[in-house]
């Protein structure tokens, strides 16, 4: 799969057609160092966003044991209700 591929995979776009950004003015060098720095940024982005995924779950994960560790039935009987 080209790296055009998987930019349009990633994020639903098209990429225009080396023919037309040829075309434009950009030399084949420049086209190289543009592509590796894209491809660069969105591999630093979907590495913050699995980070991101892997700290939400592991916020989750501490909530969750905190909130089954509580002793629900406590609060019928607490010395306040009395």
Do not use: L
Not at 35 to 44: L, Q, T
Not at 63 to 78: C, Y
């Amino acid at each position: 799969m080209s790296s055009c591929d998987q930019i349009e995979a990633a994020f639903d776009i098209d990429c225009p057609p080396i023919e037309s950004v040829q075309g434009m003015g950009m030399n084949e060098d420049r086209m190289s160092a543009d592509r590796a720095a894209m491809e660069r940024r969105v591999a630093r982005f979907r590495e913050t966003q699995i980070r991101f995924q892997r700290e939400r779950e592991e916020y989750f994960e501490e909530t969750i044991e905190k909130a089954r560790a509580v002793e629900w039935n406590g609060f019928a009987s607490h010395p306040a209700s009395s």
